[in-house]
Structure formats: C-alpha cells, structure tokens
C-alpha cells in the first residue's frame, strides 16, 4: 500500500526559510514524477514544484529562484526546501506522486498524496 507522510511544516517569518520532507513507503522504487502542490484556504490547488527521476525539475513561477526541490532514491523521501519565504507561500504543502505529466502544474492532479503540513509566513 502506497504511503506519502509529509514533515517539516511550520510558522516562519517573512525570509525564513524550512525544508519539508516526504516519506514514500509502498514503492519498490521512488515514482517516476514526484511533487509538491500546495492549498490556501478560500483559494484552490497550485502546483508547486515536480522532479522526475532523472533529476529534471519543474516550478511554478512564483517560486522560482525561492524554492528547491529533491530527492532521495535510497531513503525514497522528496524534499523542498523554502527560502525567502512571503507570506502568500502560507499554505498546506502536500506531496504528489505517480504524476501523469511530470510539471508542477500536473502535481494537483495526482491521487496519490499526503495529508499535508502546514506552513505559515508572518509579515
């Protein structure tokens, strides 16, 4: 059975930065696509960011230059670090895998996801 847990979330000021993790259990290998969508309240899904098994990776443009995405094969866990952070990035952050069409913007549209943790960026 396929598992995604996702850590690393929390409260940071405005330039901050945090580095969310997202264990993969249930896969042989780490999928093909993995990513990282992200939900404010009142707002809809946004794709964040994606990274293919060759190490190719995809952001929205929001993030670009501000956030970095990785991975550990051995270890099976999916990383995005945040730095200068702002408070429009306040959100719950969820891990995607098995995407479709490895892009950020295909992330929300993955059936296979966590429950999500929560960053908030103060002003």
């Known amino acids: 059975q396929v598992h995604l847990v996702e850590s690393g979330g929390g409260s940071v000021q405005a330039g901050g930065s945090l580095r969310l993790s997202c264990a993969a259990s249930?896969?042989?290998?780490?999928?093909?696509?993995m990513g990282w969508f992200r939900q404010a309240p009142g707002k809809e899904r946004e794709g964040v960011a994606a990274?293919?098994?060759?190490?190719?990776?995809s952001y929205t443009g929001s993030v670009k230059g501000r956030f970095t995405i990785s991975k550990d094969n051995a270890k099976k866990t999916l990383y995005l670090r945040m730095d200068s952070l702002k408070p429009e990035d306040t959100a719950m952050y969820y891990c995607?895998?098995?995407?479709?069409?490895?892009?950020?913007?295909?992330?929300?549209?993955?059936?296979?996801r966590g429950q999500g943790t929560q960053v908030t960026v103060s002003s």
């Open positions: 995607a895998a098995d995407v479709s069409v490895c892009s950020a913007s295909m992330t929300t549209t993955s059936n296979s």
């Open positions: 249930g896969y042989t290998v780490i999928p093909y696509c």
């Open positions: 990274i293919n098994r060759f190490d190719q990776t």
